[in-house]
Each structure stands twice: as structure tokens, then as C-alpha cells.
């Protein structure tokens, strides 16, 4: 495993272009342009109606004075609001629908990616901080990719009418209102990027609580047993904290912008009212239409109040978005389409050769693994763990990897898996360079079972079929049977549908290496890497897995890391590893013989009193 470093540290992202993050947005609202299009039209045709209320008011007033029915007027009134309130609530759930469909499909694409990452970007990240963006940055997504730029425009075009509609009446007192306006729209520009930044530290300090809490809930017992939790409460509300002041400090600058938006009115108001009145006295403009410009002014509140709102909801989702494209830049592997091309052309390569160099992936028979001259470090920074490791392994039998910690043992499956690529030399599987298989048809040739023996949540059967799981019922038995689990699962209370817990913690360290053991012996692997799985069981166990492993061994190439004699025994062949560098190959006896550093390691870490 690569070491842990100051750069393990989650990034904080960069605040993007405004370009770029117009570029982000447009590709998150793309898909649903038509029903934001759609909700967008019911606001504007909502606001239409509103805009005509003014002028029946307008008419109202002038017929207050003479002998005509004023009954029509009030029905109109009437049914414009109440048609402009369901226009309006229709054009609401409609965008408040599309919203939901932005936010569920940015959480699709982003799942998708973050479980195709590279084993080193996911070294390199706080898982906590990755799953906040899932989760937290893409919930304040919902609200700019519909809701901004459907208030934007909706506002923008809603002002420009309403304006016209108030320079018809009387351009002074328009100009009056505008030079309000524009007066303290401008100490609301201000405010905006003191949002942006207030909300970028909030989100920082979000995905630190999730970072902190993976990193308890992960090691629960050692935290219990080190009498920890005061200690890791105390950075988890330290986070809390951090996210509570930018969240106050953000919500403090948002309500100035809001604040403005009614102090503008007001102003503009008592302005009008004024200079309006004095208009009025001097015969310049009629009563009624000082009524319709003052019922234009107070509606202009609305649209004024969404060109604010699509603002501060921008610079509140620009800061999300970072941190989005962040994550969705992280370097993923190769995904099935990709694959397909550069398999086709792989393909296409080797029909043009001639027919003694084309070499084919086995489907069928035990695999061959050859390292030549393979160097790897897991970072440019870091030193290299592999300094041109060579070796064969023909298939079948097993073969064991000994050697001091930090020989580079583990980082041999972690290579032939392909979680990590070469720096130099090749890794080749039945002869085809690694790289060149088509990645899913090269894991499905192989079963893998960890250091530690993973157990996700979940029950005994969900474990199991993780990696087959089309395997039938007969299939699980006879597994469960060569595993050693099948006491165990009598005793359990529901069978194979108990339920192990977080990380199997209802399962003893033996019993969850056995079910590591059996999901990968039910994968039917050609290949089957074993990093030192039998270490936390019993004797009795370890010895019938051990013959469960020797006869596996007879059809299929088995790699194992051992630090047991046992283990190394059983083996065809033993490759002994030291500082990054295959030292020698052989058999047990063999190596005592001619190997000191093996005829060390013999004697004393696998407990040997003799060859």
C-alpha cells in the first residue's frame, strides 16, 4: 500500500472560470432543457397576467368617478389573479420536478465515476469528502441549474416589461426608480462573491465532518478501546463548527441582498409618491395613473427579487460545481466502450501479424503470469517499490511470495489486478500484457482475497455472490462446504440471510478470511491471489483450508503471500522478494540451502526448527 503522506489530504478546489462553470451548468441542464423551457413559459405567461393587473386597476380608478358599472373590472381583476396564481404554481412544480431529475441524474454520473476510479485517486481522497459531494454539493446543484436560470430569465424578462410598461406612464418617475435601483443594485453586486466564498468554505468544511466520521465509524472498536470518542467528537464538531460559522456567515450576506431588494422598493416608492404627488398636483399625470405606477412598482418587487435570488443561488452553486468537476476529473479506469475500441484494434493488430506471434487470452485453462522487468511506484514523489522485478509462473500449481515488509509483495496482485499501471517493464497474463485485456474479462478471470478479508454490510448470501452472482444455490452449498462455513451458517440464526454488520462485525476475524476464501473460490478463478489468507485462523481451520487451497492448486495458478511455513511448504515454487527485487526461486528446500535471507526468514518468521 502506498504510504500516507501530507498529500493525502482532501484538495480544495479551484474556483472555476465563469466560463467553465456556464459550460458545467449548460451540461447538467441539457437534458432537461425542454421542461425547464416549459416551466419557465407557465412563470412568464403567470407573469403576464400580473403585469395586466396594474392597468384594470388603472381602469378602476377612473371609472370611481362617473356612472359606469365597475362589476366587469372586478371580475377581471379577480380571474387574473387567481389564473396567474395556478399558472404560476403549475410553472413552480414543474420546475421543482426538473430540479429533482438534475439532481438525481448528476448523482448517477457522479456514482458512476467515483466507483470507477483508480485505486490510487481513491488513496489520494478522503472517501468522506468524495461522498459529500455526492450527497451535499449535489443538493445546492438542484437550485442553480433550474431555479437561477429559470429566475434569471423569467426576472430579466418580467423587469424589462414592467419597465416599459412604467416609461409608457410616465418616464420621469421611471427615471426616479431606476436611479434607485441601479443605486443599490450595485452594493448588492458587492455582496455576491462574499456568498460565493462563504459557501465554498461551508461545503470544505461538510465534506470534513463526513471525512471524519468515515474515519470513526471505520475503526469503531479501536476508538472504543482507545478511549477515543471525546477526542474524534471534538474534531467532528470542530467541522460542524467551521461549517456553522461560513453557513451563518453566507446566510448573513445572503438576507443583505434580500433586505436591499425591499429597501430599493420602499425607497423607490416614497420617491414616487413624492415627486408623483407634485406631478399630479401640477396636472402632468392623472390620479389612476399614479395608482398604476405605484401597483407597478410594488410588483416589480418580484422580478427584482428573482434576478437577486438567481444571484446569490449562482454563487452559491458555482462553489458546489467546483467541487463536482473536482471530483469529476479525477482519473478513472478505462470504461466499457473504451475497452471495446482499443480491444478492436488490439484485435485488428494481431489478425495483420503473422500467425506464429498472435497470442490470445486463455479462457479456459489455468493462466501464466510473467513479470520482466517491471519497476512501479505508486506516486511520482514517492521512491519505487519495484525495481525491475522479473519472474514466470507457469500454470497450474502455487506459487509463494516471502520476503521482509516492504519487499513489494502485496503490490504484485495490485499489478496484476491492474489497480495500479506499471512504470516500466510488463505484467503479462496467458502472455497478453495486462494492459491489452479488456479489464472486466481480466478480473473475471480472477479471485482475489485481501490482507484483511473485506465483508461488506449486507447478509452472508449478498457476500458471497458479490462476485458471482449468478452462481446457483448447489454452487454456494459446495463452497460453503470446502470454505469451512457451513457450521456456521447452521448456527446462525437466519442462515445465509443473517445479517453481518458494518464490515462483517458480527463475524469473527476466521470466519470473515473464510468468507473472503469462499466468494473468491465461487468466482470459478482461473488465477487466485491469496495475500496471506489464512493468518487469523485456527489450526484446524488453516490446515483444512490449506488442502482446500492444495487441491484448488492441481487446476488452477494460485498466488499466495505467506509468512507461514506452512504455507510456504505446500508451494511449487517460492519467490523470495527483498527491497523492490525478485532474490532468488525455488523450492523450500532449495532456498534454505542457497538463500540466507530465506534460510533467515525460515528460522525465524515461519517459526521453522528445520528444512
Known amino acids: 500500500m502506498p504510504p500516507a503522506g501530507p498529500q493525502d489530504a482532501p484538495e480544495k478546489p479551484e474556483r472555476l472560470p465563469a466560463k467553465e ?104 481522497t478522503q472517501p468522506g469528502d468524495l461522498m459529500s459531494r455526492v450527497t451535499s454539493d449535489t443538493t445546492l446543484l438542484r437550485a442553480v441549474t433550474t431555479q437561477s436560470v429559470v429566475s434569471a430569465a423569467s426576472g430579466g424578462l418580467t423587469f424589462i416589461a414592467t419597465i416599459v410598461m412604467m416609461g409608457l406612464m410616465d418616464p420621469v418617475l421611471l427615471g426616479v426608480t431606476l436611479g434607485v435601483i441601479v443605486l443599490i443594485g450595485g452594493a448588492v453586486s458587492l455582496v455576491m462573491p462574499k456568498i460565493a466564498r462563504a459557501t465554498e468554505r461551508a461545503q470544505e468544511a461538510v465534506g470534513t465532518i463526513s471525512t471524519a466520521l468515515e474515519r470513526a465509524f471505520g475503526a469503531f472498536r479501536t476508538l472504543k478501546a482507545s478511549g477515543a470518542e471525546q477526542r474524534e467528537s471534538a474534531a467532528v464538531e470542530a467541522a460542524a463548527e467551521e461549517a456553522w460559522r461560513h453557513g451563518v456567515r453566507s446566510a448573513k450576506w445572503q438576507s443583505v441582498a434580500w433586505s436591499s431588494v425591499g429597501l430599493a422598493v420602499q425607497v423607490s416608492f416614497l420617491a414616487v409618491l413624492g415627486i408623483g404627488g407634485a406631478r399630479v398636483a401640477s396636472g402632468a399625470i392623472s390620479v389612476s395613473t399614479l395608482v398604476a405606477f405605484l401597483l407597478f412598482l410594488f410588483y416589480l418587487i418580484d422580478p427584482v427579487s428573482r434576478l437577486v435570488e438567481a444571484a446569490s443561488q449562482y454563487q452559491v452553486g458555482s462553489a458546489a460545481i467546483a467541487r463536482i468537476v473536482q471530483a469529476e476529473r479525477l482519473e478513472t479506469e478505462q470504461t466499457e466502450q473504451t475497452e471495446q475500441m482499443e480491444q478492436t484494434k488490439q484485435t485488428e493488430k494481431m489478425e495483420q501479424a503473422e500467425p506464429s506471434e498472435q497470442t490470445e487470452p486463455t479462457t479456459h485453462a489455468a493462466a501464466s503470469v510473467v513479470f520482466d522487468g517491471v519497476t512501479f511506484r505508486y506516486r511520482d514523489d514517492l521512491p519505487y517499490v519495484h525495481h525491475g522485478v522479473s ?206 535471507l530465506y534460510g533467515e526468514l525460515a528460522a525465524t518468521q515461519f517459526l521453522a526448527t528445520s528444512a
Do not use: C
Request: charged share 25%; proline share 4%.
Open 21 to 124: 462553470t456556464w459550460r458545467a451548468l449548460y451540461r447538467h441542464f441539457r437534458p432537461h432543457r425542454g421542461a425547464v423551457a416549459l416551466g419557465a413559459f407557465l412563470t412568464l405567461i403567470g407573469s403576464a397576467t400580473g403585469l395586466a393587473q396594474p392597468l384594470a386597476a388603472k381602469s378602476l380608478v377612473d371609472r370611481l368617478g362617473g356612472d359606469d358599472s365597475i362589476a366587469g373590472i372586478l371580475i377581471l381583476l379577480t380571474a387574473l389573479v387567481v389564473l396567474g396564481t395556478a399558472i404560476e404554481s403549475v410553472g413552480a412544480y414543474v420546475l421543482e420536478r426538473t430540479a429533482e431529475s438534475v439532481v438525481l441524474a448528476a448523482r448517477r454520473t457522479l456514482i458512476g465515476r467515483l466507483l470507477r476510479l483508480r485505486l490510487g485517486e481513491v488513496e489520494r
Open 391 to 596: 519472474f514466470d509462473v507457469p500454470g497450474p500449481g502455487m506459487t509463494a511470495f516471502v520476503g521482509p515488509s516492504g519487499a513489494g509483495k502485496t503490490t504484485v496482485f495490485g499489478l496484476i489486478e491492474r489497480f495500479y499501471e506499471v512504470s516500466g517493464g510488463r505484467v503479462l497474463v496467458d502472455g497478453v500484457d495486462v494492459r491489452e485485456w479488456p479489464l472486466a474479462e481480466l478480473r473475471a478471470a480472477i479471485g482475489y482475497v485481501e490482507q484483511d478479508a473485506p465483508v461488506l454490510a449486507g447478509t452472508l448470501r449478498e457476500n458471497l455472490l458479490f462476485a458471482a452472482p449468478h452462481a446457483t444455490d448447489s454452487e454456494v452449498r459446495d463452497v460453503l462446504v470446502r470454505a469451512r462455513l457451513d457450521a456456521v451458517v447452521e448456527r446462525l440464526p437466519e442462515g445465509l440471510d443473517t445479517v453481518v454488520g458494518h464490515r462483517g462485525s458480527k463475524l469473527s476475524g476466521g470466519e470473515r478470511q473464510r468468507v473472503a476464501i469462499a466468494r473468491a473460490l465461487l468466482r470459478k478463478p482461473r488465477l487466485l491471489l491469496l495475500d496471506e489468507a489464512t493468518s487469523q485462523l485456527d489450526a484446524v481451520n488453516e490446515l483444512a483450508l490449506r488442502d482446500v487451497v492444495a487441491e484448488v492448486s492441481r487446476e488452477v495458478t494460485v498466488l499466495v503471500v505467506a509468512h507461514r511455513l506452512s504455507t510456504v511448504t505446500l508451494a511449487d515454487r517460492i519467490v523470495v522478494m527483498d527491497a523492490g527485487k525478485v532474490r532468488a526461486v525455488g523450492t523450500h528446500a532449495e532456498l534454505v540451502a542457497a538463500d540466507p
